[in-house]
Protein backbone atom coordinates (compact mmCIF):
# COMPACT_ATOMS: atom_id res chain seq x y z
CA UNK A 1 0.00 0.00 0.00
CA UNK A 2 1.87 3.32 -1.41
CA UNK A 3 -0.88 5.73 0.36
CA UNK A 4 -4.14 5.31 1.57
CA UNK A 5 -6.48 7.78 0.37
CA UNK A 6 -9.69 6.36 -0.32
CA UNK A 7 -11.06 2.43 -0.49
CA UNK A 8 -8.95 2.12 -4.06
CA UNK A 9 -5.66 1.75 -1.89
CA UNK A 10 -6.87 -1.42 -0.38
CA UNK A 11 -5.90 -4.49 -2.15
CA UNK A 12 -8.22 -6.72 -0.17
CA UNK A 13 -10.28 -4.77 1.95
CA UNK A 14 -11.56 -7.85 4.29
CA UNK A 15 -7.93 -8.89 4.39
CA UNK A 16 -7.23 -5.42 6.16
CA UNK A 17 -10.27 -5.84 8.52
CA UNK A 18 -8.85 -9.23 9.46
CA UNK A 19 -5.11 -7.47 9.96
CA UNK A 20 -6.77 -5.31 11.83
CA UNK A 21 -8.76 -7.47 14.31
CA UNK A 22 -5.54 -9.61 14.55
CA UNK A 23 -3.71 -6.50 16.19
CA UNK A 24 -6.13 -5.85 18.33
CA UNK A 25 -5.73 -9.05 20.06
CA UNK A 26 -1.99 -8.72 19.91
CA UNK A 27 -1.33 -4.92 19.68
CA UNK A 28 2.49 -5.21 19.94
CA UNK A 29 3.39 -8.07 17.96
CA UNK A 30 4.68 -5.62 15.55
CA UNK A 31 6.50 -2.83 17.12
CA UNK A 32 9.93 -3.81 15.44
CA UNK A 33 8.96 -3.10 11.66
CA UNK A 34 8.44 1.23 12.90
CA UNK A 35 12.12 1.06 14.49
CA UNK A 36 13.82 4.08 13.47
CA UNK A 37 10.40 5.10 11.22
CA UNK A 38 8.93 8.84 12.02
CA UNK A 39 5.33 9.81 11.04
CA UNK A 40 4.64 13.25 10.25
CA UNK A 41 0.72 14.22 11.29
CA UNK A 42 -0.09 17.84 10.22
CA UNK A 43 -3.71 19.16 11.07
CA UNK A 44 -5.50 21.64 9.27
CA UNK A 45 -8.84 21.09 11.83
CA UNK A 46 -9.63 20.52 14.64
CA UNK A 47 -8.99 16.28 15.79
CA UNK A 48 -9.34 13.78 18.64
CA UNK A 49 -10.08 10.16 17.76
CA UNK A 50 -8.13 10.38 14.47
CA UNK A 51 -5.17 12.29 16.25
CA UNK A 52 -4.70 9.67 19.61
CA UNK A 53 -5.28 6.34 17.73
CA UNK A 54 -3.01 7.36 14.87
CA UNK A 55 -0.38 8.23 16.85
CA UNK A 56 -0.85 5.00 19.21
CA UNK A 57 -1.09 3.08 16.28
CA UNK A 58 1.89 4.54 15.13
CA UNK A 59 3.89 3.75 18.66
CA UNK A 60 2.17 0.01 18.83
CA UNK A 61 4.44 -0.16 15.56
CA UNK A 62 7.76 1.30 17.40
CA UNK A 63 7.23 4.61 15.10
CA UNK A 64 8.09 8.30 15.97
CA UNK A 65 5.42 10.91 15.47
CA UNK A 66 5.55 14.55 15.16
CA UNK A 67 2.26 16.09 15.04
CA UNK A 68 1.25 20.15 13.97
CA UNK A 69 -1.56 22.11 13.73
CA UNK A 70 -0.99 23.71 10.73
CA UNK A 71 -1.67 28.07 10.67
CA UNK A 72 -1.10 27.70 14.54
CA UNK A 73 1.90 25.88 15.12
CA UNK A 74 3.58 26.91 11.35
CA UNK A 75 3.32 29.46 8.72
CA UNK A 76 0.29 29.22 6.58
CA UNK A 77 0.19 27.80 3.25
CA UNK A 78 -0.75 28.51 -0.05
CA UNK A 79 -2.31 25.93 -1.83
CA UNK A 80 -2.51 27.32 -5.43
CA UNK A 81 0.05 27.59 -8.02
CA UNK A 82 1.48 30.41 -10.04
CA UNK A 83 -0.09 32.92 -7.38
CA UNK A 84 1.65 35.87 -6.17
CA UNK A 85 2.06 35.76 -2.57
CA UNK A 86 1.01 39.38 -1.26
CA UNK A 87 -1.35 37.96 1.04
CA UNK A 88 -1.56 36.46 4.12
CA UNK A 89 0.33 33.04 3.31
CA UNK A 90 3.93 33.18 4.16
CA UNK A 91 5.00 29.76 2.73
CA UNK A 92 3.86 27.65 -0.43
CA UNK A 93 2.93 23.87 -0.04
CA UNK A 94 5.71 22.97 -2.76
CA UNK A 95 8.64 23.73 -0.15
CA UNK A 96 6.65 22.98 2.93
CA UNK A 97 5.33 19.76 1.80
CA UNK A 98 8.79 18.93 0.70
CA UNK A 99 10.52 20.07 3.80
CA UNK A 100 8.06 17.92 5.94
CA UNK A 101 8.74 14.19 3.52
CA UNK A 102 12.46 15.45 4.24
CA UNK A 103 11.85 14.57 8.10
CA UNK A 104 9.59 11.73 7.64
CA UNK A 105 8.94 8.62 6.19
CA UNK A 106 5.44 8.89 6.23
CA UNK A 107 3.31 11.54 6.41
CA UNK A 108 -0.34 12.21 7.52
CA UNK A 109 -3.00 15.01 6.49
CA UNK A 110 -6.56 15.91 7.74
CA UNK A 111 -8.06 18.70 6.12
CA UNK A 112 -11.90 20.09 5.56
CA UNK A 113 -13.62 20.95 2.56
CA UNK A 114 -15.03 24.86 2.77
CA UNK A 115 -18.53 24.03 1.70
CA UNK A 116 -18.32 27.10 -0.52
CA UNK A 117 -16.83 26.07 -3.76
CA UNK A 118 -18.00 22.20 -5.08
CA UNK A 119 -15.75 22.45 -7.76
CA UNK A 120 -12.79 22.99 -5.50
CA UNK A 121 -13.63 21.13 -2.19
CA UNK A 122 -14.05 17.82 -4.42
CA UNK A 123 -10.69 18.45 -6.47
CA UNK A 124 -9.04 17.41 -3.38
CA UNK A 125 -6.59 20.40 -3.56
CA UNK A 126 -5.03 19.88 -0.19
CA UNK A 127 -4.65 16.25 -0.09
CA UNK A 128 -3.31 16.26 -3.82
CA UNK A 129 -0.86 18.87 -3.35
CA UNK A 130 0.87 16.87 -0.31
CA UNK A 131 0.45 13.86 -2.77
CA UNK A 132 2.52 16.10 -4.63
CA UNK A 133 5.22 17.43 -3.30
CA UNK A 134 5.58 15.30 0.07
CA UNK A 135 7.64 12.57 -1.82
CA UNK A 136 6.71 10.04 0.76
CA UNK A 137 3.86 7.79 1.42
CA UNK A 138 0.57 9.68 2.18
CA UNK A 139 -1.98 8.59 4.63
CA UNK A 140 -5.53 10.62 4.83
CA UNK A 141 -6.21 11.52 7.96
CA UNK A 142 -10.35 12.87 6.74
CA UNK A 143 -10.09 15.54 3.52
CA UNK A 144 -12.50 17.01 1.54
CA UNK A 145 -14.27 14.12 0.55
CA UNK A 146 -13.50 11.07 2.45
CA UNK A 147 -12.92 9.56 5.77
CA UNK A 148 -11.11 6.25 4.96
CA UNK A 149 -9.59 5.44 8.06
CA UNK A 150 -13.19 6.23 9.91
CA UNK A 151 -14.90 3.97 7.18
CA UNK A 152 -12.32 1.50 7.91
CA UNK A 153 -12.93 1.37 11.23
CA UNK A 154 -16.71 1.10 10.60
CA UNK A 155 -16.31 -2.04 8.54
CA UNK A 156 -13.91 -3.58 11.31
CA UNK A 157 -16.80 -2.68 14.10
CA UNK A 158 -19.56 -4.10 11.66
CA UNK A 159 -17.61 -7.23 10.85
CA UNK A 160 -16.64 -7.45 15.17
CA UNK A 161 -20.59 -7.22 15.89
CA UNK A 162 -22.77 -8.22 13.00
CA UNK A 163 -24.88 -11.37 13.70
CA UNK A 164 -26.00 -12.37 10.30
CA UNK A 165 -23.78 -12.99 7.05
CA UNK A 166 -24.79 -10.38 4.85
CA UNK A 167 -26.53 -7.55 7.56
CA UNK A 168 -28.70 -4.71 6.83
CA UNK A 169 -26.50 -1.62 7.30
CA UNK A 170 -28.12 1.68 7.32
CA UNK A 171 -26.61 4.57 6.82
CA UNK A 172 -28.62 8.04 7.87
CA UNK A 173 -29.00 11.43 8.00
CA UNK A 174 -29.70 12.86 11.08
CA UNK A 175 -30.44 17.14 11.95
CA UNK A 176 -27.73 19.28 12.42
CA UNK A 177 -27.45 22.96 14.12
CA UNK A 178 -24.93 23.63 11.04
CA UNK A 179 -23.60 22.93 7.90
CA UNK A 180 -21.11 19.36 8.34
CA UNK A 181 -19.35 18.07 4.89
CA UNK A 182 -20.25 14.85 3.22
CA UNK A 183 -16.81 13.81 3.87
CA UNK A 184 -17.97 10.64 6.77
CA UNK A 185 -21.07 9.77 4.50
CA UNK A 186 -18.95 10.01 0.76
CA UNK A 187 -16.53 7.24 2.62
CA UNK A 188 -19.04 5.01 4.63
CA UNK A 189 -21.26 4.69 1.46
CA UNK A 190 -17.90 4.14 -0.61
CA UNK A 191 -16.60 1.51 1.71
CA UNK A 192 -20.12 -0.67 1.99
CA UNK A 193 -20.50 -0.69 -1.59
CA UNK A 194 -17.03 -2.32 -1.37
CA UNK A 195 -18.22 -4.60 1.43
CA UNK A 196 -20.75 -7.97 1.56
CA UNK A 197 -23.34 -6.13 3.44
CA UNK A 198 -26.97 -4.76 2.25
CA UNK A 199 -26.91 -0.72 2.26
CA UNK A 200 -29.27 1.55 2.53
CA UNK A 201 -29.21 5.10 2.76
CA UNK A 202 -31.55 7.24 4.45
CA UNK A 203 -32.15 11.11 4.37
CA UNK A 204 -34.72 14.04 3.40
CA UNK A 205 -35.09 14.51 -0.36
CA UNK A 206 -32.35 17.24 -1.46
CA UNK A 207 -29.10 15.37 0.86
CA UNK A 208 -28.35 12.57 -2.21
CA UNK A 209 -24.62 11.92 -2.18
CA UNK A 210 -22.65 12.00 -5.19
CA UNK A 211 -23.53 9.50 -7.46
CA UNK A 212 -19.69 8.07 -7.38
CA UNK A 213 -20.18 7.80 -3.35
CA UNK A 214 -23.88 6.57 -3.27
CA UNK A 215 -23.14 3.85 -5.80
CA UNK A 216 -25.60 0.93 -5.47
CA UNK A 217 -26.72 1.62 -2.09
CA UNK A 218 -30.79 1.36 -1.96
CA UNK A 219 -32.27 5.43 -1.32
CA UNK A 220 -34.77 5.71 1.15
CA UNK A 221 -36.51 9.08 1.79
CA UNK A 222 -38.26 7.50 4.91
CA UNK A 223 -36.77 6.96 7.76
CA UNK A 224 -38.79 4.39 9.00
CA UNK A 225 -39.26 2.12 5.66
CA UNK A 226 -35.21 2.45 6.12
CA UNK A 227 -35.15 1.73 10.04
CA UNK A 228 -37.11 -1.87 9.16
CA UNK A 229 -34.85 -4.88 9.99
CA UNK A 230 -31.96 -2.95 10.02
CA UNK A 231 -28.96 -4.73 12.05
CA UNK A 232 -26.98 -1.70 12.47
CA UNK A 233 -27.81 2.25 12.24
CA UNK A 234 -25.29 4.25 11.36
CA UNK A 235 -27.00 7.61 12.10
CA UNK A 236 -24.48 11.08 10.29
CA UNK A 237 -25.27 14.42 9.65
CA UNK A 238 -24.31 15.85 6.16
CA UNK A 239 -25.13 19.13 4.20
CA UNK A 240 -26.55 19.10 0.56
CA UNK A 241 -24.20 17.95 -2.41
CA UNK A 242 -26.76 19.50 -4.95
CA UNK A 243 -27.35 22.31 -2.84
CA UNK A 244 -23.71 22.73 -1.91
CA UNK A 245 -23.22 23.05 1.51
CA UNK A 246 -26.65 24.17 2.48
CA UNK A 247 -28.40 22.98 4.98
CA UNK A 248 -32.32 21.97 3.81
CA UNK A 249 -33.61 20.16 6.61
CA UNK A 250 -33.89 20.33 10.53
CA UNK A 251 -36.83 17.51 11.07
CA UNK A 252 -36.35 16.58 14.17
CA UNK A 253 -38.34 13.21 12.69
CA UNK A 254 -35.02 11.76 11.68
CA UNK A 255 -33.16 11.80 15.18
CA UNK A 256 -32.51 8.26 16.46
CA UNK A 257 -34.42 7.72 18.91
CA UNK A 258 -36.24 4.24 20.66
CA UNK A 259 -39.02 4.31 18.63
CA UNK A 260 -37.68 3.96 15.18
CA UNK A 261 -34.38 1.55 16.65
CA UNK A 262 -37.57 -0.48 17.76
CA UNK A 263 -38.33 -1.42 14.09
CA UNK A 264 -34.86 -2.35 13.38
CA UNK A 265 -33.58 -6.39 14.16
CA UNK A 266 -32.28 -5.19 17.40
CA UNK A 267 -29.85 -3.09 15.51
CA UNK A 268 -25.96 -1.76 16.87
CA UNK A 269 -26.22 1.87 16.77
CA UNK A 270 -23.12 3.84 15.16
CA UNK A 271 -21.37 7.43 14.63
CA UNK A 272 -18.32 8.63 14.09
CA UNK A 273 -18.24 10.86 17.04
CA UNK A 274 -18.36 13.66 18.20
CA UNK A 275 -22.22 13.49 18.07
CA UNK A 276 -24.85 16.43 19.69
CA UNK A 277 -26.86 14.21 21.94
CA UNK A 278 -31.45 14.84 21.84
CA UNK A 279 -30.50 16.36 18.13
CA UNK A 280 -28.95 13.21 16.33
CA UNK A 281 -29.53 10.72 18.60
CA UNK A 282 -31.49 10.66 21.72
CA UNK A 283 -29.83 9.67 24.93
CA UNK A 284 -32.31 6.50 24.92
CA UNK A 285 -30.57 5.23 22.08
CA UNK A 286 -26.54 6.11 22.44
CA UNK A 287 -26.98 5.14 26.27
CA UNK A 288 -28.30 1.62 25.64
CA UNK A 289 -26.61 -1.64 25.51
CA UNK A 290 -26.89 -1.29 21.99
CA UNK A 291 -24.83 1.47 21.86
CA UNK A 292 -21.09 0.66 20.17
CA UNK A 293 -20.27 4.64 19.57
CA UNK A 294 -17.00 4.04 22.19
CA UNK A 295 -16.18 0.76 20.90
CA UNK A 296 -16.06 1.86 17.42
CA UNK A 297 -13.98 4.93 18.40
CA UNK A 298 -11.61 2.06 20.37
CA UNK A 299 -10.94 0.35 17.02
CA UNK A 300 -9.88 3.68 15.24
CA UNK A 301 -6.47 2.39 16.56
CA UNK A 302 -6.20 -1.12 15.11
CA UNK A 303 -7.47 0.48 11.90
CA UNK A 304 -4.81 3.22 11.89
CA UNK A 305 -2.01 0.52 12.63
CA UNK A 306 -3.10 -2.17 10.13
CA UNK A 307 -3.17 0.61 7.34
CA UNK A 308 0.61 1.82 8.54
CA UNK A 309 2.01 -1.31 8.78
CA UNK A 310 1.10 -2.19 5.03
CA UNK A 311 2.46 1.06 4.16
CA UNK A 312 5.68 0.84 5.81
CA UNK A 313 5.67 -3.14 4.19
CA UNK A 314 5.65 -1.44 0.90
CA UNK A 315 8.51 0.70 2.10
CA UNK A 316 10.35 -1.97 3.21
CA UNK A 317 9.93 -3.75 -0.15
CA UNK A 318 11.00 -0.76 -2.13
CA UNK A 319 13.99 -0.50 0.02
CA UNK A 320 14.92 -3.65 -0.09
CA UNK A 321 13.56 -5.37 -2.63
CA UNK A 322 15.87 -8.83 -2.35
CA UNK A 323 14.62 -9.73 1.49
CA UNK A 324 10.86 -10.00 0.03
Same mark, same amino acid.
Given at each position: MQNFTSVK +???????LVNEALLMKKTPYADKHIGK????GLLFFNSSLRTRLSTQKAAQNLGMEVMI?? /??? +???????????????????? *?????? !????????????????? /?????????? !?LNQF???????????????RHPLQSLTDLITINEYKTVARPKVVLTW?????????????????????? +????? *???PKGYELAPEFAGNAKICYDPKEAYEGADFIYAKNWSSYQDYGKILSSDPAWMVDAAKMSLTNNAK???????????? !????? *? +?????? !??????NRVWAAQAVLKEM *??????TESPYLF
Open positions: +DAYNIQNNRTLMN /VGA +DSWQLEMSEGVIMNGDKAEH *ISEAAA !VVGSYCDIVGVRSFPGL /VDRELDYSEQ !VLKYTGRPLISLESATAPHVKALPQCVPNSFSEWMNHA +DVDFT *IAHFMHCLPVRRNLV !VADEV *I +DSPNSI !VIQQAG *ILTLMR
